[in-house]
């Protein structure tokens, strides 16, 4: 098992967003979470990354069998685990190709030379079809939205990680972009069988070309149904609201027939 979340609950400025979620994601799978805004999918991503703004008060995450809740986000980053974000950051005064050096060092736990870094970081610029000047200037600084996305891929494609997290990557980019970043991403996993993806997503272009395996509803802080790439399918075509409110009327019905055994 590559990543199993168990029980958690999370609170954001004392609300409660994540209840008894569970999931596990298997070695080599790809997993998608969608669901309305606002029911807890960027949080999920945030919370397995090691964000401090959110506090998990009970249950645990547990990624290739060692519990990872109470690690820093740059210990789970070493362990294999990497978040493509929605909105990356902007940071000045650090160059993209410093930025992406550091990073690789640190996750192969050796010094990166120049050489090898720009042999490696040329190959999958070219393939991402990006723009070479990007890698020279500060990190995501006046990136258009589509650069800052590629930028996200690159960095998958350089770090290589066992887990991969993307929060609605996809949001901002043009269909141009879409089919280049959705294909590298295709292309990188046919090489890497044993990587697994956990997708959060509104839209459907990335899944037609990723296809996977599972897709989950999100709704009310759990999960509520669960299924193969069809259900995606559903979702595109006919939206959320069946799903919802079969699950309302199933906790409704769940609250009464405790209340009649309490009696």
């Given amino acids: 098992m590559r990543l199993e979340i168990k029980n958690l609950n999370v609170k954001v400025e004392n609300k409660e967003i994540l209840k008894d979620f569970n999931l596990n994601i298997e070695e080599g799978k790809i997993h998608v979470i969608m669901g309305p805004n606002g029911v807890g999918k960027s949080t999920l991503s945030h919370v397995i990354m090691g964000d401090n703004n959110y506090q998990i008060t009970s249950g645990d995450i547990i990624f290739n069998n060692q519990s990872i809740k109470d690690l820093t986000t740059d210990e789970r980053s070493r362990l294999g685990i990497f978040l493509a974000m929605q909105y990356p950051m902007e940071i000045d005064g650090i160059s993209n190709q410093d930025f992406l050096r550091t990073a690789m060092s640190a996750h192969a736990n050796k010094y990166i030379g120049l050489y090898d870094f720009i042999l490696k970081c040329e190959k999958a610029t ?56 959705a294909q590298n991403i295709k292309n990188y996993l046919k090489g890497k069988k ?59 019905a769940n609250i009464i027939t405790k209340e009649v055994n309490y009696e």
């Fill in 126 to 181: 070219e393939e991402l079809q990006m723009d070479k000047e990007l890698i020279h200037r500060p990190l995501n600084i006046g990136f258009s939205g589509g650069e800052k996305k590629k930028n996200e891929v690159l960095q998958i494609k350089l770090l290589e990680p066992s887990l991969i997290i993307m929060d609605e990557l996809d949001s901002g980019l043009d269909v141009d972009s879409l089919k280049i970043v």
């Fill in 194 to 252: 044993e990587t697994s993806v956990l997708i959060i997503t509104h839209y459907p272009m990335l899944l037609e070309i990723l296809k996977p395996d599972y897709v989950h509803i999100l709704s009310n802080g759990k999960i509520i149904k669960t299924g193969d790439y069809s259900l995606a399918e559903d979702i595109f075509a006919n939206g959320y609201n069946k799903y919802i409110d079969k699950d309302k009327v199933d906790n409704k």
